[in-house]
T-cell receptor
Framework: NAGVTQTPKFRILKIGQSMTLQCAQD?????MYWYRQDPGMGLKLIYY???????DKGEVPNGYNVSRSTTEDFPLRLELAAPSQTSVYFC??????????????FGNGTRLTVT | KNEVEQSPQNLTAQEGEFITINCSYS?????LHWLQQHPGGGIVSLFM???GKKKHGRLIATINIQEKHSSLHITASHPRDSAVYIC??????????FGAGTRLTVKP
């Protein structure tokens, strides 16, 4: 099992360009998350999904969009890239039990630079 | 104020030393997680606990619910333990909140 797969690993964008960060999981988890990690800060939740067809905003959703057409895939879309979106992005999943028995599984991250 | 505070921010140790990383939180939680992030960037889950103590190899995690505090200990530290250790809590709204991480460097 691959677990959680993120692509690409690195990307440089110009201001105003758009891109999609891909996330795929093969664990049949219902819950999927997108986080961003900035230097000196804890991970911040951008969007999450509790199942196919259902998405919701996290703490820092502005400038991003998501979709969840299948259980396996949860792409994150940046429409008009801005320097403030320079960050490392992590996709994560869990079983969504919402309690003690549900560890997070992370992808390897996507390092995005917007110049 | 962050809901999850870790200390120290940075820690340098000599190989073989006993290491303690602390985590304090200010909200009600259903579980606390310790995560490890290696220089390559990937994040892995080390522990998930809601009470008491857990041990895995040279790593020990403890939590005191009354004091809202957790510690991660590493015994007989080794250079391969060098990483960023992240404390995270799942609050009673089922949201995860993350500390900023502790960067550990173990020198041979």
């Amino acid at each position: 099992n691959a677990g959680v797969t993120q692509t690409p690993k690195f990307r440089i964008l110009k201001i105003g360009q758009s891109m999609t960060l891909q996330c795929a999981q093969d664990m049949n988890h219902n819950y999927m998350y997108w986080y961003r990690q900035d230097p000196g800060m804890g991970l911040k939740l951008i969007y999450y999904s509790v199942g196919a067809g259902i998405t919701d905003k996290g703490e820092v959703p502005n400038g991003y969009n998501v979709s969840r057409s299948t259980t396996e895939d949860f792409p994150l879309r940046l429409e008009l890239a801005a320097p403030s979106q320079t960050s490392v992005y992590f996709c994560a999943t869990d079983e969504g039990l919402g309690s003690y028995n549900s560890p997070l599984h992370f992808g390897n991250g996507t390092r995005l630079t917007v110049t | 104020k962050n809901e999850v505070e870790q200390s120290p921010q940075n820690l340098t140790a000599q190989e073989g030393e006993f290491i303690t990383i602390n985590c304090s939180y200010s909200v009600g939680i259903s579980a606390l997680h310790w995560l490890q992030q290696h220089p390559g960037g990937g994040i892995v889950s080390l522990f998930m606990l809601s009470s008491g103590k857990k041990k895995h190899g040279r790593l020990i995690a403890t939590i005191n619910i009354q004091e809202k505090h957790s510690s991660l200990h590493i015994t007989a530290s080794h250079p391969r333990d060098s990483a960023v250790y992240i404390c995270a809590v799942r609050n009673n709204n089922n949201d995860m909140r993350f500390g900023a991480g502790t960067r550990l460097t173990v020198k041979p």
